[in-house]
């Protein structure tokens, strides 16, 4: 706005007071911003879930080879004097040679049993190579497909070599004979893993991936050429799963300290705690802990695998140490495959990780295959040292004096971690190094609540913490924490696994299996748990009766159905919801289930919700009715009953203000027509023959006075912006090439009849006539032929269709289907359509293929060559083509001249009749109707059961997967609108303070009175004759609505920001916007004449218009003044004008919409919950024309086309609710408008130019005014007390309250002077002293007060 300077910078506008001014804004509720309306209502992309391990595996045999020869050193080695001499804890010159080698080998087999008792075991005490060949390959068949181990200590033998071999003895033990890595791997075959220890052994492993890279290609030549001679021999096993530890990098000696084992790496990797405590008494930090000797470590207390005692506790504390560095370091896929796959495997790996950092420290580095990063230096081996370090110094006192042993801090320390992560971290960032410990603390019990409570937090986080959290192997631990019976334990049980199945729903078999389910059916049947809890309880239960029919026998048996029942009422909307949810999947396509349900009559039941103030709980409602009539199962005359009661339950919610809602009940009711497939084929058949014996004067029919105006030769045809959106208009959405079509949306069209400017992006009308088989993607039912259907079933109210007597059942589903296909909101039109047209297939297929073919009928099933059907589409842009007989049959539409050269790009093509060619060809109804249409249409005879699948199967609303979404997303975080820091709330915040300033400053202008109001500020050429204008309260943005397309303009800059289409049939036009939230995120409302609401975002900025959603807000408009006058209206006087269209006031405050127009009520939406709350009747004959509403005072006023002005309090019944009933004007009432102050008088306007004042207590006017006659617009600002008026005669004039003219408008400035059209509408800015006009020469003018008083 371009203040003058010194009101800008007046020190009236402070931020102070900006900021009381701003509470205002902050306190009004918003509507349409719910997340049904800003998402799309589907699943979120199923996650890929890596974490099961497809192929566990155990290690089921191990094989130790010792070559020691005691007693005798190999040739190669120069061993130190002293020198490292113990063997498996064992020195092995304390005793006979022969004794100490078997020592050795009893002791080693028992240091591995510690880690895997079940194994076989088989010692090869300094074997021959026959002896090791006839172990591996005994150990090999046995194990069959299992991993067999291979442990080879080659102390006592020379070094390996470099051409791959290891050494073994000869029978008499005078030779040290070879033996090929090749052969050992040929006898091991695959899964195995190998341990070396023996120096160089690095070399091993090189050798090994050299052989088995050999292997790999010895079999794909065999496997490419079968002659080869590789071919003809054994194939020699593949090494790919195989796993190797070696000692040491092939130039590597072991170390030969004496305080060490020889055999180091052995003991790292058997006896990790033992050694580890040596190595950390060796180190000179042990200094720092006094008496700790070498000999007391030998007598540490307790066993291993007892986690109460020191030994136990270090153990356990050691091994989450290693997984969490394991887990931290390596990646994702080898953790799994290393660390989760195999026990054995996994702990010889958590020690390897020991063996690494004690080894490097003596100039060893030891190798694995797959290779590790390097983990030696990870931070957590210093929480290990302190571990160690807390452990040994109570050690003198524990074993001299008997006190008792402190328990390390070490677990509580790290959830501490854990918590700091989770409490202090931004988003982004690695996920948290504790994850692995978290897991171990599950298994105690003093950590567990905590240790739960901090996992669900995490979980909270989103997926990606989920998938985490399995990956590090949560599943089988929380799995068994449902076997516990601790009171405590559930809550934190329930909303960990309403996260896991969220994400991962494949887990329902797992519950089942182990009886999960049950801790589940006992939280929701416990009244006491908190109704949240008890929601994600039932959430779990609905995902496990989800198509599975294991879960759904389980469940039955565990009285879910009753349990469920119980809680339909309750006051928590989100268990209400999930308790239907679980409810209609329990019974889905089960049969026990749904008898169960009819036995406590659970379809009543459910009747309550369908009048729920929560539209998603509605929708949940529809979902279970669906499912329960929906069963496949056969009928007896019981259950049909019950299926027709239901039926007639659903068909109430035709009108139901949500989308979503309607949606569902198109899926619940195609339940019903799968269900009774034949009854409604013969339904079909009768309104197809109705339909075509009938002719109806409908308005389409009729030319179109508003089609054949100068935009036709208007050279400067704007360019449609297209909508691309959720809710598209209808083709788009669902045609396969989308894009391309969006490319191709030109306003042009192939020079077709009865297409208005946005025509061809139809909504309404894009099904256009196309007919044919579905096969080819087209429908038999076009949307003119449904709609035709329509007004022939004589179906002025569906009030009626309650309480009709049962045959006729199908009959009013029909209709409710034919309705729903016409329906405002482009997707739930879709569904209907679908179904509509499946049946009218079916029907027509099956019941008189040949009549088909020949008739002309709208019917027809188009013929299957090419070369007619092209016929209307392909001809020279020239002239346009004549309507074939078929189309005339269908629409006595006149043709009209083409108004615009081609389009550069023929979109793809789609067979039309010529009728109504330009609606559907530009956007292709590419979608596969069937799952195996016929070739030929009259070959279809028989092909019931496919059809049906179909129809089902293709139907689905997404509602469930959607609903589950909630329990994946963030549940504790802080919604981003009320955190204070948040962009979100910013933007808020600076859209407040712009209110604040635009009200300010307006309010100073006006209070110092205005003079004059003719300056013109901003004049444009509209693409549509202007029918309804609206400014945007706070931004300089205004929209202005033609027949059926939104125009944007930016009326400070003087440019358009957007043109779109609003979707709306041909024969309907706009007659009233609405601003919503206009103090924060504008939506807009637009209102057409069949009672239709479209709610629009993203428009006129960058994005594409998307349709919020739309209902029917009237549903009885009433037919008889929808004719041709109504199409005329801008040229006729408003008094001898059919009808006043549908007429809305908003009231932000109370979240209410209130609508009328060619009804005898006025009927109340509830935005907030989707519904109509009130019809109050108007007790008058004629139309409202006029609608303003006092939310304070809770009165509505209503100008009627009688001249009667009536006021309504809404507080009371509809029999009292009429306060006040004004007669005084004596012709149509152009507008009514009650001001907003508490003493606020009522202010209406007629055609003859009375203007009235009325006080709402006082039965007369208490000031009349008279201004000119012959009125087609009036406008009144609310805060200036000023008015205008639009004339005929072609001249706008503006009086102030005292009824002076303060200005008279009569030609455009510049432009040559042209003179103003006949005014079509104009309206004031709420705020600003502006007045925008729009006249019927299609421009659209704003003026405004004196210059500098902008």
């Known amino acids: 706005m ?35 309306h800003s998402e799309k209502i589907e699943g979120s992309k199923a996650l890929a879930q890596s974490w099961r391990m497809k192929d566990r595996m155990k290690t089921v045999s191990v094989a130790l080879v010792l070559c020691l020869n005691v007693g005798v050193d190999p040739p190669d080695v120069v061993k130190t004097s002293p020198c490292a001499r113990l063997e498996c804890w064992i020195d092995p010159l304390s005793m006979s040679p022969q004794k100490a080698l078997e020592t050795i080998g009893a002791n080693l087999q028992k240091q591995y049993e510690n880690w895997q008792p079940r194994a076989r075991y088989k010692q090869s005490l300094d074997p021959t190579v026959d002896e090791v060949k006839k172990l591996c390959t005994s150990l090999r068949r046995n194990a069959k497909e299992e991993r067999v181990l291979f442990h080879y200590n080659g102390h006592g033998v020379p070094r390996p070599t470099v051409n791959g071999e290891i050494w073994v003895f000869n029978k008499n033990y005078t030779q040290y004979i070879p033996l090929s890595i090749y052969d050992l791997q040929t006898w091991m075959g695959s899964p195995s893993i190998f341990v070396y220890d023996c120096s160089n052994a690095g070399i091993i492993v090189k050798s090994f991936k050299q052989f088995a890279l050999q292997r790999e290609q010895e079999l794909e030549v065999a496997a490419i050429n079968p002659s080869h001679p590789l071919a003809q021999m054994p194939l020699p096993p593949s090494m790919k799963n195989c796993i190797q530890l070696a000692a040491c990098e092939a130039s590597e000696l072991l170390p030969m300290n004496p305080d060490l084992p020889a055999d180091l790496f052995t003991s790292c990797l058997t006896t990790p705690i033992k050694i580890a405590l040596r190595w950390f008494c060796m180190q000179k930090s042990a200094k720092l802990v006094p008496g700790v000797t070498l000999d007391l470590i030998e007598k540490i207390p307790g066993r291993l695998n007892d986690r109460r005692t020191p030994l136990g506790e270090l153990n356990w504390i050691f091994t989450a140490i290693t997984d969490t560095i394991a887990w931290n370091v390596l990646p994702r896929d080898l953790f799994q495959k290393l660390f989760r796959q195999d026990l054995l495997v996994a702990s010889l790996f958590r020690n390897f990780l020991l063996a690494e950092r004690i080894m490097r420290s003596y100039n060893c580095t030891p190798v694995s295959s797959p290779r590790l990063p390097p983990t030696y230096m990870h931070a957590m081996w210093q929480a290990w040292d302190l571990a160690v370090d807390i452990c040994l110094s109570q050690l003198p006192t524990i074993i001299e004096e008997g006190t008792a042993f402190r328990h390390s801090p070490f677990f509580a320390e790290q959830l501490t971690a854990f918590q700091v992560w989770l409490t202090m971290g931004v988003e982004n960032r690695n996920p948290p190094e504790q994850l692995p410990i978290v897991l171990q603390v599950l298994l105690s019990q003093v950590h567990r609540l905590r240790a739960l409570d901090l996992l669900g937090r995490f979980l909270d986080l989103g997926p990606w913490a989920v998938s985490l959290a399995l990956s590090v192997g949560i599943f089988p631990y929380v799995l068994k924490l449902l076997q516990s019976s601790a009171r405590e334990l559930r809550p934190l049980l329930v909303f960990i696994w309403a996260k896991i199945l969220a994400v991962d729903s494949s887990c329902q078999a797992d519950l089942v299996k182990d009886n999960g389910h049950k801790y589940f059916l006992s939280v929701l049947a416990d009244s006491y748990m908190p109704a949240e809890h008890r929601t994600m309880a039932v959430f779990i239960l609905a995902v496990i009766v989800n198509s599975y029919n294991t879960g759904q026998e389980a469940c039955l048996q565990g009285n879910l159905i009753a349990n469920c029942l119980e809680q339909l009422s309750d006051p928590h909307p989100l268990l209400r919801q999930w308790v239907a949810i679980c409810l209609g999947r329990i019974w889905q396509n089960f049969d026990p289930a749904r008898w169960c349900g009819v036995r406590d009559s659970a379809h009543e039941k459910l009747y309550t919700l369908l009048s729920d103030p929560i539209p998603e709980v509605r929708c949940a409602a529809v979902f279970a009715l669906g499912t329960f009539v929906g069963n496949s199962a056969e009928r007896t005359d019981h259950s049909t009953t019950i299926d027709h009661n239901v039926a007639m339950m659903l068909a109430q919610l035709i009108n139901d203000g949500s989308p979503v809602v309607r949606k569902e009940l198109v899926v619940a009711l195609s339940h019903l027509v799968v269900q009774y497939e034949s009854n409604f084929c013969t339904v079909a058949l009768q309104f ?4 075509k014996n009938y002719t109806v004067p409908s308005p389409a029919n009729t030319a179109e006075p508003g089609n054949l105006t100068p935009v036709r030769d208007s050279p400067a045809i704007p360019r449609l ?46 099904a256009s006539s196309t007919l044919g088989s579905p096969d080819n993607d087209e429908y038999i039912l076009s ?67 040949q009549r088909i073919l020949d008739s002309g009928s709208l019917t027809q099933s188009a013929p299957a060559s090419p070369t007619s059907k092209g016929t209307h589409i392909h ?6 083509p004549m309507p074939s007989t078929s189309s005339s049959s269908l629409t006595n539409e006149v043709p009209k001249p083409p108004a615009r050269e081609q389009p550069a790009t023929r979109p793809p093509y789609t067979p039309t009749l010529g009728g109504q060619a330009p609606h559907s060809h530009q956007f292709p109804r590419t979608r596969k109707m069937f799952d195996k249409g016929p070739e030929q249409a009259a070959e279809d005879g028989d092909e019931p059961g496919g059809h049906r699948n179909y129809i089902s199967a293709a139907l689905q609303t997404g509602l469930c997967d959607w609903s589950a979404k909630y329990f994946a997303q963030p549940v504790m975080k802080i919604p981003e609108e009320h955190d ?18 635009v009200r300010k400053q307006s309010r100073i202008i006006t209070q110092r009175g205005l003079s004059r109001l003719d300056d013109q500020i901003f004049i444009n050429r509209n693409p549509g004759v202007p029918s309804v204008v609206k400014f945007h309260p706070f931004n300089t943005c205004i929209a202005v609505a033609d027949k059926d397309s939104i125009c944007f303009w930016d009326w400070e800059k003087g440019e358009r920001l957007d043109y779109f289409y609003n979707g709306n049939p041909r024969y309907t036009r706009i007659t009233a916007m609405e601003y ?27 994005k594409n218009p998307e349709m919020v959603t739309a209902w029917q807000g009237l549903s009885d408009m009433l037919p008889t003044t929808r004719g041709l006058a109504r199409r005329v209206s801008i040229y006729l006087d408003r008094s001898k004008q059919g009808g006043a269209g549908m007429v809305v006031d908003w009231e932000q405050e109370t979240g209410l919409l209130m609508t009328s127009g060619d009804v005898r009520v006025i009927r109340i939406w509830d935005t907030d919950r989707e519904m109509k709350v009130q019809d109050i009747p108007t007790g008058a004959d004629s139309c409202v024309t006029s609608l303003s509403c006092d939310s304070k005072r809770s009165l509505i006023v ?67 005014l008279q201004t000119v006659k012959g009125l087609t617009a009036l406008d009144i600002h609310p805060q200036a007390n000023l008015f205008a008026c639009g004339s005929m005669n072609q001249f706008i004039a503006v009086y102030n309250a005292n009824g002076d003219v303060i200005s008279n408008i009569k030609y455009y400035d510049g432009f040559m002077g042209q003179r103003i059209g006949a005014i079509s509408c104009l309206a004031f800015h709420p705020n600003w002293p502006h007045l925008a006009v729009g006249s019927n020469d299609y421009y659209m003018s704003i003026y405004s007060a004196e210059k500098r008083l902008r």
């Not at 809710?727 to 490319?743: C, D, E, H, M, W």
């Not at 949307?783 to 569906?798: H, P």
């Not at 001809?875 to 346009?880: F, N, R």
């Open 783 to 849: 949307f003119e032929t449904i709609d035709k259907m329509r007004r022939v079933s004589s179906y002025s109210s569906l009030n009626s269709l309650i309480g009709v007597s049962f045959n006729s059942v199908y009959t009013q589903i029909w209709r409710v289907l034919l309705h729903l296909a016409a329906d405002p909101f482009p997707e739930v039109s879709d569904l209907a359509m679908k179904v509509l047209n499946s049946i009218a297939y079916k029907a027509t297929m099956n019941a008189r293929p």
């Open 875 to 880: 001809q020279a842009s020239g002239s346009p």
């Open 1198 to 1264: 209503a100008g009627l086309g009688d001249g009667s002005v009536r006021v309504f309090d809404r507080r009371m019944g509809p029999n009292e609710c009429r306060v006040m009933t004004y007669r005084e004007h004596g012709a149509w009432v152009v507008k009514a408008h009650i001001q907003k102050e508490t003493d606020g008088q009522i202010i209406s306007v007629s055609v003859n130019g009375d203007v009235r004042f009325f006080e709402p207590r006082t039965p007369d006017s208490i000031n009349i």
């Open 1076 to 1102: 919503l939230n206009g103090h924060d995120c504008s939506l807009l409302l637009t209102a057409t004449d069949d009672g239709a609401l479209r709610i629009w975002k993203n428009f006129a900025d960058q």
């Open 980 to 997: 204070l820091e948040s962009q979100v709330r910013m933007e808020r915040q600076w859209r407040f303070l712009r209110n604040t300033r």
């Open 688 to 691: 197809i023959e109705e339909e």
């Open 721 to 766: 912006r297209s909508v691309n959106s959720y809710t598209n208009i209808r083709a788009a959405t669902t045609a396969r090439n989308l894009n391309k079509s969006l490319q191709n949306l030109n306003l042009n069209e192939e020079g077709g009849p009865a297409a208005f400017s946005p025509g061809n992006l139809s909504t309404s009308s894009s």
């Open 2 to 36: 371009k203040m003058d300077s010194d009101l800008l910078h007046s020190p009236a506008v402070g931020l102070a007071e900006e900021e009381e001014a701003d509470m205002n804004d902050w306190k009004l509720p918003l509507a349409f911003m719910k997340k049904r």
